[in-house]
């Protein structure tokens, strides 16, 4: 079968073998179609027409027709709608034809969000040779780790030959570093056969600052009555905003519907600004929710540092009106203070009572529902979560962000105790809440992620000295000679530092730290993935215990009872009542003569199950 998302933009194959060509330009007079093929270069007025739009119906082009527009006959700009940029984000267009690619899961409806278990990982870094063909090849291990949910960081065209993601020049077309876009839907497509969701983080927020035209003849679609930290922001609700809109309504539309995606997660909402009712963020989730089949799961993940819930909100079903979750970053920063004891920047708004804070993120989702920062100068922060499901809340130990924006883009197994990480992260991947890993995260991976891109000369200089004093306020980078050795991220050794080593696996105690992971979410498998299944209300409740001890409940509509004991601390505690429930997990260190005593090692913990 095949699947094609039909774009009010761009370029159309037509049912008659051609090719419709549309491009909103307000600021030009004339706009032409550059074609390219044989060393033959054919030049095609485009029609314009009302609103700033400008459109040619042509034969003269076909699947894998190169082409450009050329505007006021004086520069060549890619497709901002281009489906494929083979020759990078300066390069032509390629024209792709969606029924080229013959889809084989036709009875692939997703799977329940309860089900969930994410796994975050960077197509360039995760494998050898860093395309969609070899993460394909991983997905085996995926499955036979417990991952029910691959989630790519972002894969929109991007500047050279090495990034994050989070700089795409056109959003619509797999960077051409990773594979064609047949080969992107191939992943999914492996990926549904073997029982995989798969997720993709898309940029709303911002155009990466190389390889972007749309000043040149639609500076329409950005602002200055709004500021983002890279530069205007998006003109969502200013004149002629609806086209904008549009534009980033129907991408997340095309993601969902000709790649065939499971879910989108989208990047740092808190920097869109939108004035109008609704904003683009409920316009958009509206447009998915109306869009998609209804018996079709598909998912949508905010990453908003504002935790606004009301976008969070379920239905008197427990479905999601807007947005399924929201990424914790609340719950990860409680435990980076406790396992690491770190207090920099925005770690100091958990370092007064992180245990409680800890209780707080496992029973209710956010830390933040409302009281003032520290770190923000006094600021409130979020909204009551009261009535949202524990799935309604991310919860991760690690993730691109919180490694790779260190100086050096350790992991947490390299700067803390690994007794603390392990108790956390199976404080994380048994309680209700849905879990995400990043890469390498599963076998302790020792390679860091660092910050890494391929910018051309003078904003690659720019990068790299922004990247650096960004860490001179930390009392560890103050010399200048000390900031030098953050490592330049755009080396290409940077880059190649940060693919993960698979041979690590190999050795001893990164294969127990896999059998770890592994046994855990089977664990989740079998018994709290049940648990999320029986319904929407959960009553809840979290009660310290000394200086870093924890217990938490969470009470179900078919009555189980899931009961945590913890202890992050230094010291055992003593004097614990534990239940008579059954264990469905204890860390190694804690005994039967230590539940008969009432007491709980140094970082341990034991999880109990009331049916």
Known sequence: MNRRHNMPFGAECRGDGS??????????????????????????????????????????????????????????????????????????????????????????RGRRWEEAIIYELHVGTFTPSGTFSAVRERLDYLVDTGITAVELMPVADFPGKRNWGYDGAFLFAPDSTYGRPEDLKQLVQSAHERDLMVFLDVVYNHFGPEGNYLRSY?????????????????????????????????????????????????????????????????????AVRNSIEPDRHVHLVLENDRNQTHYLKRTERCRPKSYTAQWNDDIHHTLQVLVTGERDGYYSDYSEHPIDQLGRCLVEGFAYQGESSLYRKGQTRGASTKGLPPAAFVSFLQNHDQVGNRAFGERISQIADCR???????????????????????????????????????????????????????????????????????????????????????????RECLRFYRNLLKLRCRHIVPLLSAGCVVSSAYEIQGARGLTAHWKFPDRSTLLLVSNLGTDSLCGITFPVSPVIYASEEVTADNLKLGKLPPCSLVWFLES
Not at 37 to 62: H, M, Q, V, Y
Not at 220 to 243: A, I, K
Not at 261 to 271: E, I, K, Q, T, Y
Request: negative net charge; contains cysteine; charged residues 25%.
């Open 19 to 108: 090719v419709r060509f549309r491009l909103w330009a307000p600021a030009a007079h004339q706009v032409e179609l550059c074609l390219n093929s044989a060393n033959i270069s054919t030049r095609l007025p485009l029609a314009p027409s009302d609103g700033g739009w400008f459109e040619l119906e042509t034969d003269a082009a076909k699947p894998g027709t190169q082409y450009k527009f050329r505007i006021h006959d004086a520069q060549d700009v890619p497709d901002p709608a281009s489906r494929f940029q083979p020759q990078d984000v300066h390069g032509p267009s390629e024209v792709i034809h969606p029924d080229d690619f013959d889809w084989n899961d036709r009875n692939w």
């Open 218 to 286: 639609a500076p329409q679609f950005f602002t200055d009555r709004h500021g983002t930290p890279w530069g205007d922001g998006l003109n969502f609700d200013g004149p002629e905003s609806r086209v904008v809109r549009d534009f980033f309504i129907n991408n997340a539309l095309y993601w969902l519907t000709e790649y065939h995606f499971d879910g989108l997660r989208l990047d740092a909402v808190h920097a869109i600004t939108d004035d109008s009712k609704p904003d683009i963020l409920t316009e958009l989730a509206d």
């Open 420 to 510: 603390a990480v392990r108790t956390a992260a199976a404080i994380l991947l048994l309680a209700p809440s849905p879990p995400m890993l990043f890469m390498g995260e599963e076998f302790g991976a020792e390679t860091p992620f660092l910050f890494f891109c391929d910018f051309e000369k003078d904003l690659a200089a720019a990068v790299t000295a922004g990247r650096r004093n960004e860490f001179a306020s930390f009392a560890r980078f103050t010399d200048p000679a000390e900031r030098s050795q953050i490592p330049d991220p755009s080396d290409a050794r940077t880059f190649e530092a940060s693919r993960l080593n698979w041979t690590e696996i190999d050795q001893p105690r990164h």
